[in-house]
C-alpha cells in the first residue's frame, strides 16, 4: 500500500494546491485501507456483505461508502474533515511517508467502524436495538461481564466471582477455554426452555447465562453476534407460534405488527414487480396480462408464507387467477418461471420480516 510523497501529497490536499490526480490518489488509498478493515472483519466472521453474489464488488463499494463523508467540502471547497485531523498534526511535528500512513490508517478503520455502525443500524433496526438491550443488561449486571478479542465481543456470566482479566490463566479457566462452545441447537434449545414472550431482553440474557454456567462441560461466553442471532430467531418462531394459536386475540401492538409486515410485502412486491418488468416483460417471456396475474399469485404466496398454510400450493395459488389451468399446463408452461420468482419473493420477505422481529 505505498504511495509516493503521502506526505506532500496530503499536505497540498489539505492546503488546497492539488490536482485531480492527486485526489483520485489519496481516495483509492483511503479506500485499499477501508477494504482492507472490513476483508478482515469478515475473516473474523462478521457478516459485512449482504446478498449479492460479488462479494469483492460489494466490499469495494461498501469501502467507497464508508470514507464518503471524509471528502465532503464546504463552501470554500475545503476538505474540512481532512483539514482539522491533518492540519495540527503537521503543525505539531515533521511527518515523513510512514507518519502519515500511520496517521491515514488510524483515520479511515476509525471512520470506518463509524459508518458501519450506522449503516448496520440502518440495515437492521431490530439487530441494533437487541444490540443495545443486550449492552444494557450487562451494564446493568454484577454477574455479566463483556470482553473483546480479534475485533469481536463476547459475554461471560461470573456469578459472583470477580477475577483479574489482566491474569490470563484465571481468566481462560473461569471461562473454560478448554472446552468446546454449546452447539447452535443446543443453544436454542437451552433458550426455548427459559424463554418468556414478556421477559425483556435483559431477564432473557440473564436467564440463558446462568444455564450456560453451570453446564461445565462447555465453554463460559457467547460471542455477541451469536446471542443476537439467537433472540431474533426464537422472537421468530414464537410469533409464527402464536398466529397459529386458535385463541390469540390481537393487540394494539400486534395490529402495529400486522400492519408493517403488510407493508413489508408492498416493498418486496415491488421489487418483486420490477424483475418481472425487466427479466420477462422487456424481453417478452411474459406479456402485461399474465405478469399481473404472477404478481397477484406471488402476494397471495407471501400471505400464505405468514398464515402458514401448509395445505397451499404454487399450482392452487396461480389457479385461483387462472381457473382452467391444469396440472399438466402448469408444470409444462407455468411453473418454472412462476416457483422462480415465489422463492425470490419470499426470500426478501423474511430476510425484511427478521428486521421486524
Do not use: W
Amino acid at each position: 500500500m505505498k504511495t509516493v510523497n503521502l506526505s506532500s501529497l496530503v499536505s497540498s490536499i489539505c492546503s488546497g494546491n492539488y490536482c485531480q490526480t492527486d485526489l483520485v490518489q489519496f481516495i483509492h488509498l483511503a479506500q485499499k485501507i477501508s477494504l482492507s478493515y472490513l476483508k478482515f472483519q469478515q475473516v473474523l466472521g462478521k457478516r459485512i456483505s449482504g446478498e449479492r453474489m460479488e462479494t469483492d464488488v460489494e466490499l469495494e463499494d461498501l469501502a467507497m461508502d464508508c470514507i464518503a463523508e471524509l471528502f465532503s467540502r464546504n463552501d470554500k471547497g475545503e476538505f474540512v474533515q481532512l483539514v482539522r485531523y491533518y492540519v495540527p498534526k503537521y503543525e505539531e511535528a515533521d511527518l515523513n511517508d510512514a507518519d502519515v500512513l500511520v496517521l491515514t490508517r488510524r483515520l479511515v478503520v476509525r471512520k470506518t467502524k463509524q459508518e458501519l455502525s450506522r449503516i448496520f443500524r440502518e440495515r437492521d433496526p431490530e439487530g441494533a436495538k437487541i444490540v443495545r438491550n443486550i449492552k444494557v443488561a450487562v451494564r446493568n449486571s454484577d454477574k455479566l461481564n463483556l470482553f473483546r478479542e480479534m475485533g469481536r465481543e463476547y459475554i461471560y456470566y461470573t456469578n459472583g466471582h470477580h477475577i483479574d482479566p489482566m491474569d490470563q490463566e484465571a481468566m481462560n479457566e473461569f471461562l473454560r477455554r478448554d472446552k468446546s462452545s454449546m452447539s447452535e441447537d443446543l443453544l436454542n434449545s437451552r433458550f426455548i426452555e427459559i424463554y418468556q414472550p414478556n421477559d425483556s431482553v435483559s431477564t432473557c440474557i440473564r436467564k440463558l447465562f446462568e444455564r450456560i454456567y453451570y453446564y461445565e462441560e462447555y465453554q463460559n461466553f457467547l460471542s455477541l453476534d451469536s446471542i443476537v442471532k439467537l433472540v431474533r430467531n426464537i422472537k421468530f418462531d414464537a410469533f409464527r407460534e402464536r398466529l397459529l394459536e386458535d385463541d390469540f386475540v390481537a393487540t394494539p401492538v400486534d395490529e402495529l405488527e400486522s400492519k408493517e409486515i403488510e407493508s413489508y410485502i408492498s416493498v418486496v412486491m415491488k421489487t418483486v414487480g420490477q424483475k418481472i418488468e425487466s427479466q420477462y416483460l422487456r424481453t417478452g417471456k411474459l406479456d402485461q396480462e399474465r405478469a399481473d396475474i404472477y404478481y397477484q399469485a406471488l402476494r397471495d404466496v407471501l400471505h400464505d408464507l405468514i398464515q402458514k398454510k401448509d395445505n397451499s400450493s404454487y399450482y392452487r395459488n396461480l389457479k385461483y387467477y387462472l381457473p382452467e389451468l391444469s396440472q399438466q399446463e402448469y408444470r409444462s408452461e407455468e411453473r418454472s418461471v412462476f416457483e422462480y420468482l415465489a422463492k425470490v419473493a419470499k426470500r426478501e420477505f423474511r430476510k425484511h420480516l427478521k428486521e421486524l422481529l
